[in-house]
């Protein structure tokens, strides 16, 4: 009987064994993000806007005499949102301001597989330019808002990351609707 169940076990072994086993393909990590919720941004700058509350709002270190500039910075993700304003003047015009916009998303043709832009009108009554890139790019979502007389926000999404963007999806597009709730609720300050 010893022998029986013995031999029953090793071709229970030999049976059960697959030759084509193959390792698992490299996972990610899960992300699990919270529920959209905002708030107002404090007064003193000359635009007003709604951004998420699970961003903090940090002077910009690029350029400190730009006091209107700021970045909305998410660290549970590691990115952050660049905010730069510009009045429309005489010495810079919407044209100048559009055109470097313009330049700027287009600066990364060289890696993006794709830059699919869009003009939109936000709730206010603005003209809303919105590129959004795909491929392995610094920076996935820019925009800029503009009453093109007076007033020029622009904004980029950037991450503090190497990591692939695909497995960044999930938080591209988590910012994505909070940077169009940015867009829906802004407004000038004149």
């Avoid at 086993?21 to 635009?47: A, F, M, T, V």
């Avoid at 699970?54 to 730009?66: G, I, P, R, T």
């Avoid at 730069?84 to 919407?94: A, G, L, N, R």
């Avoid at 491929?135 to 692939?164: C, I, W």
């Amino acid at each position: 009987m010893k022998k029986l169940a013995l031999l029953g076990v090793l071709s229970l072994g030999l049976f059960s064994c697959d030759k084509t086993w193959l390792p698992k393909p490299p996972g990610y990590n899960r992300i699990d993000l919270p529920k959209h919720d905002y708030q107002k941004l404090e007064s003193g700058y000359p635009y007003q806007l709604d951004f998420s509350k699970y961003s903090k709002v940090e002077a910009d270190s690029f350029n400190l005499q730009e006091e209107a500039w700021i970045n909305l910075n998410y660290r549970d993700f590691g990115a952050k949102v660049h905010l730069t304003y510009k009045k429309i003047d005489d010495k810079t015009s919407f044209k100048k301001l559009s055109s470097d916009a313009f330049k700027l998303t287009a600066k990364h043709q060289i890696k993006a597989y794709g830059i699919e832009e869009a003009v939109l009108v936000t709730p206010n009554g603005y003209s809303a330019v919105v590129a959004e890139l795909s491929g392995e790019v610094p920076t996935q979502f820019q925009f800029f808002v503009t009453d093109s007389t007076t007033h020029f926000l622009r904004g980029a999404v950037y991450f503090n990351t190497a990591m692939k963007n695909d497995s960044l999806a999930p938080v591209i597009e988590y910012l994505k609707i909070d940077m169009t709730h940015l867009m829906n609720t802004l407004k000038f300050v004149n």
